[in-house]
């Protein structure tokens, strides 16, 4: 017997090597195998017609092949963390869009409007706090207005104390030589209007060359923007201008 379950062991090795396949396994017309998916009905047939013993624990739903099955199943690992992308993913090149700065939105906390504000400084003194892109002019009684600005790009902050020494409206803008060794692009000259860069309104401070005057990019309020200058949204200047006199009182933190 035991000769006889040797010998039927080698038949189905040899059976498998060869590429022998049941006739129940093959197309009849093209003489090609068929493939048989595990919910088709041809399945139990052809399971049927394959015989039991080796070449069923191969093919057959029994516990033992689908233990021998999911032995065979390749473990797949993960890759390593420096495979997986940092941060968002970037667009492939010709498809990335022209960033437009006039579409980023407007923060509401710039927006004008009174706060509580303790300071020893008296009433009209304005405050620039150049970190958080906020100026405050002081109203006493522990209140302030607080406007949104944009301020000096890094390399171009400063901080001090200055007067307000002069006051325009709608002011002519002759760019200074050292911005213009930078920028050579720049207009020698430009009238004051709406397309000037200094907005509505100016108030110089100081002899420096730097002044509080509106802008004609909003978008750029709550950003280190400028060349040393602050900036304001065109109705906020317009406002602190008609509040503030010549003489008063400018900190910059």
């Not at 710039?110 to 002019?137: H, M, S």
């Not at 902050?157 to 213009?180: N, Q, V, Y």
Request: charged share 20%.
């Amino acid at each position: 017997m035991s000769r006889n379950l040797t010998l039927a062991l080698l038949a189905g090795a040899s059976f498998l090597s060869i590429g022998v396949y049941p006739a129940a396994a093959f197309d009849g017309a093209t003489g090609e195998p068929n493939v048989i998916y595990a919910n088709d009905p041809q399945a139990t047939a052809v399971r049927s017609n394959m015989g039991g013993g080796f070449i069923q624990f191969l093919f057959g739903d029994t516990p033992q092949s689908r233990r021998y099955y999911e032995q065979q199943q390749p473990v797949y690992q993960q890759q390593p963390s420096y495979y997986e992308p940092q941060g968002q993913a970037q667009p492939m090149p010709g498809q990335a869009e022209a960033y437009d700065p006039t579409q980023r939105p407007f923060d509401p906390k710039f927006e004008k409007q009174e706060v509580e504000y303790r300071t020893k400084e008296g009433r009209g003194t304005i405050v620039i706090d150049t970190p958080n892109k906020f100026l405050y002019l002081v109203e006493g009684d522990g209140r302030a207005l607080r406007y949104g600005i944009g301020v000096g790009k890094p390399g171009f902050a400063w901080s001090g104390t200055k007067t307000i020494s002069a006051k325009r409206e709608w002011p002519d803008w002759t760019p200074p030589a050292e911005m213009l060794q930078r920028r050579p692009d720049l207009p020698r000259h430009m009238a004051g209007g709406p397309e000037n860069p200094l907005g509505a309104r100016a108030m110089y401070l100081g002899s420096t060359l730097y002044r509080i005057h509106g802008s004609n990019e909003p978008w750029t309020i709550g950003t280190n923007v400028s060349s040393g200058c602050i900036r304001m949204r065109n109705p906020d200047v317009i406002d602190l201008y008609g509040r503030v006199n010549v003489g008063a009182k400018v900190i910059v933190l």
